[in-house]
Structure formats: structure tokens, C-alpha cells
């Protein structure tokens, strides 16, 4: 039986880990579900998916366990659509038990926020 691809997350092409600082080079698949209805004609990533990517990956890589509570600097400056190609960056700070993110198109911030 064919696999079937995994249409609730964005396809990994690259990961790279240095300490508590991770980035991961993604590609929005058009498939993806986040992007059916929202919004026709000119789809794009919710924001609150983005957060939702972002903390499955810490949680999965540092083994994060604990519930987040809240969240700070919280942007999104640029669309993120299907077939980008973006960098996902992850700084864990254990000791302040805080997650910065950054998602970047093209070089260029797209959003951006910190999840305590």
C-alpha cells in the first residue's frame, strides 16, 4: 500500500541543530490542510498555525513537555503560501522556559514571536 503523505505538516527538507537553536528549511506543500478555506482564490498559512508548527517541532526535538501559557512580540509581517519554501528558526531558552521563533521567506522575516 502506497504511503500517503502527511498533509498537516510542511515537508522537511533540511535540519540543522546547534545547542538549544534549531532551523528548519520547510516547503508548503499546496496540499497542506491549513491551507483549504483559508483563503479562496489566495490561500495562505494561518498564523496561528505557525505557532502551532512551531511548538510541535520544539516540543519534539527538546522534548518540551510542559503547557505554554502566553505569548510575547507576536508579528507576522509577510504571507507565508503554498509552494514557499521558508526557514524555520527555534531558540529554546530553558532557564527563562521561553520558545523564540522566526519564520523567513526569501530571506526576509515573516513572522516572528517568543511562547513562554
Same mark, same amino acid.
Given at each position: 500500500?502506497?504511503?500517503?503523505?502527511?498533509?498537516?505538516? %510542511?515537508?522537511?527538507? *533540511?535540519?540543522?541543530? =546547534?545547542?538549544?537553536?534549531?532551523?528548519? !528549511?520547510?516547503?508548503?506543500?499546496? =496540499?497542506?490542510? /491549513?491551507? !483549504?478555506?483559508?483563503? %479562496?482564490?489566495? %490561500?495562505?498559512?494561518? &498564523?496561528?498555525?505557525?505557532?502551532?508548527?512551531?511548538? #510541535?517541532?520544539?516540543? *519534539? #526535538? /527538546?522534548?518540551?513537555?510542559?503547557?505554554?501559557? &502566553?505569548?510575547?512580540?507576536? $508579528?507576522? #509581517?509577510?504571507?507565508?503560501?503554498?509552494?514557499?519554501?521558508?526557514?524555520?528558526?527555534?531558540? /529554546?531558552?530553558? =532557564?527563562?522556559? $521561553?520558545? #523564540?521563533?522566526?519564520?523567513?521567506?526569501?530571506? *526576509?522575516?515573516?513572522?516572528? &514571536?517568543?511562547? $513562554?
Amino acid at each position: 500500500m502506497p504511503h500517503s503523505p502527511d498533509v498537516s505538516r %510542511p515537508t522537511l527538507l *533540511e535540519l540543522h541543530q =546547534e545547542g538549544d537553536s534549531l532551523t528548519l !528549511r520547510l516547503r508548503l506543500e499546496p =496540499e497542506l490542510v /491549513w491551507f !483549504r478555506g483559508h483563503f %479562496p482564490g489566495a %490561500p495562505l498559512l494561518p &498564523g496561528v498555525v505557525q505557532l502551532h508548527l512551531a511548538i #510541535q517541532y520544539a516540543c *519534539e #526535538q /527538546w522534548a518540551i513537555e510542559e503547557q505554554f501559557g &502566553g505569548l510575547e512580540m507576536l $508579528k507576522f #509581517q509577510r504571507p507565508l503560501q503554498p509552494g514557499n519554501e521558508v526557514d524555520l528558526l527555534l531558540e /529554546w531558552q530553558p =532557564e527563562r522556559r $521561553k520558545l #523564540q521563533f522566526c519564520y523567513r521567506r526569501d530571506g *526576509e522575516v515573516a513572522s516572528s &514571536g517568543r511562547v $513562554k
